[in-house]
């Protein structure tokens, strides 16, 4: 009988399939360095939006956004992924993930972001129009570098949801890491590439956690 | 005789149908200090927010600078740039620094370069005494401090006139009397001000006019010792007796 080392962290197989995991973590931060800055640029846009939109047009934004986090990610994603064909898009496999992350994650920054906005006083808004600051010039350096600082923790751990919610896109056939490690067992009989998937998942994630802590810690802005 | 910066006429405001301002007429003319007196809830808070349209008025017309007084888009932001206000809670941006709370509008409003930006900032914090402090957070400041920066925030913009809204009302008592030597030192440099306040001493000494205000509606106004010697009116006598 095999022993649970040569099951599970078989040196030889780990290293035969190093190579196409490594292919697939690239894969991995790819996807995430488009969909967090996406995220984060889409969601500002929502909540600063918000912020200045006619009661309308707010609860409008609120309800598109509540259906969105409404959907299960995945869900979300296998319908983007293969509904953009249907809209005549045919985005290479990556954008189309990136897309699809983009939307579900976005809705969460969004939300974040308009809280952050809600916390800073009205008298804020006020003193910067009484210079003669345009709206987009107060929300600029008045109020999100404020918003911001305000729910810092919890941008912080959205991000680290977002980044985990990557692993999503082997589903739908995209060669990421986790994707890549499946194929390596099957071409192994061997689960052990799951196991180096998993601890390079962990390498990439753990300091993002320590990071996220930290944040957490931190006081938000006197008053 | 010096020209008028500020002309209010017939201004009228409601908040929920019930009338905050009833058919204001007031001008304030070039070196002019006009200080406004009344009980809490008299208007003058609205009445200030009139002008630059913080409140927008339901009726009336402002003029500025001998001009209707615009009342949107980018003609707006400038009239207001040229306004200056100052309000009772200091309102200064807690994220940036002294400098920085005076520089922002000069630079991102005005649109002067950087450097120009910050020097109109360094000055203005010198006139009100506080050159050394550039670099303090508000957090860091006292009250009275804070209040001098959100005045520098308005000086820098070079305005033709400040909208002061109880600029001591929010301060202990020991540090009122570095904001109204600020104040009156501007005043001595002809800036133009109009100055809501409770300090009859200050108004006194400093307004060359004072106007009361009761519910809504400008009951008196005249030169201090008219106003405040020989009120004519019973608010007025018992609005006096009560401070
Ligand atoms: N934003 C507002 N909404 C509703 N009522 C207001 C608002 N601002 C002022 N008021 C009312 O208008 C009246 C005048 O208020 P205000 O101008 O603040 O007076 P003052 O500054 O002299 O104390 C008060 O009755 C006040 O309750
Ligand atoms: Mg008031």
């Known amino acids: 009988m095999a022993s649970i080392f040569e099951t599970f962290l078989n040196g030889e197989v780990m290293l035969e399939s190093a190579g196409l995991l490594l292919r697939g973590l690239l894969v991995t931060l790819e996807v995430s360095v488009l969909v967090i800055p996406g995220g984060i640029a889409v969601g500002a846009a929502l909540a600063t939006a918000a912020s200045v939109a006619p009661p309308w047009l707010d609860r409008a934004l609120s309800w598109g956004v509540d259906l969105v986090r409404a959907f299960p990610p995945l869900v979300l994603l296998v319908l983007i992924v293969h509904g953009l064909p249907f809209l005549g898009l045919e985005p290479p496999p990556l954008l189309g993930v990136a897309i699809a992350l983009t939307v579900n994650t976005a809705a969460y920054y969004g939300e974040i972001l308009r809280a952050g906005i809600a916390s800073i006083d009205r008298a804020q808004w006020e003193a910067a129009r009484s210079t003669g600051l345009s709206t987009p010039g107060v929300l600029r350096f008045v109020i999100l570098p404020q918003a911001v600082r305000n729910v810092l923790p919890d941008l912080a751990g959205n991000t680290l949801e977002a980044a985990k919610l990557t692993a999503l896109a082997s589903a739908v056939a995209l060669p990421d890491l986790l994707r890549m490690a499946r194929i390596a067992q099957g071409v192994h009989f061997n689960p052990s590439p799951l196991v180096l998937a998993a601890i390079l998942y962990l390498l990439f994630l753990w300091p993002l956690a320590g990071v996220v802590r930290r944040i957490g810690g931190r006081t938000t802005l006197p008053v | ?243």
């Open chain 2, 1 to 243: 005789m010096a020209l008028p910066v500020l002309e209010l006429r017939g201004i009228g405001k409601a908040f929920d149908g019930v009338p905050a301002l009833k058919g204001i007429d007031l001008s304030v003319h070039e070196g002019e200090l006009v200080a406004l007196i009344g009980p809490s809830g008299s208007g003058k808070s609205t009445l200030l927010r009139c002008c630059n349209r913080l409140t927008e008025p339901d009726g009336g017309a402002v003029r500025f600078g001998g001009r209707p007084a615009p009342s949107g888009g980018r003609a707006l932001a400038e009239a207001r740039r040229r306004m200056g206000m100052v309000f009772q809670a200091f309102n200064l941006y807690p994220h940036l620094t002294a400098l920085e709370n005076a520089a922002l509008a000069p630079r991102r409003a005005a649109g002067l370069s950087r450097k120009a930006a910050e020097q109109a900032a360094r000055e203005a914090l010198s006139r009100v005494g506080l050159a050394d402090r550039a670099d303090a957070r508000p957090d860091a400041l006292s009250g009275g401090q804070q209040q001098r920066v959100a005045i520098a925030r308005a000086l820098a913009l070079r305005p033709r006139i400040l909208l002061l809204d109880e600029p001591t009302s929010a301060l202990d008592p020991e540090l009122v009397g570095s904001v109204l030597d600020v104040i009156g030192s501007l005043k001595a440099d002809g800036v133009a001000m109009l100055i809501a306040t409770h300090e009859i001493a200050f108004a006194r000494e400093a307004a060359d006019r004072i106007v009361f205000l009761a519910e809504g509606r400008i009951l008196e106004s005249g030169p201090p010792e008219e106003v405040l010697d020989r009120p004519r009116s019973a608010r007025l006598r018992s609005f006096l007796r009560r401070l």
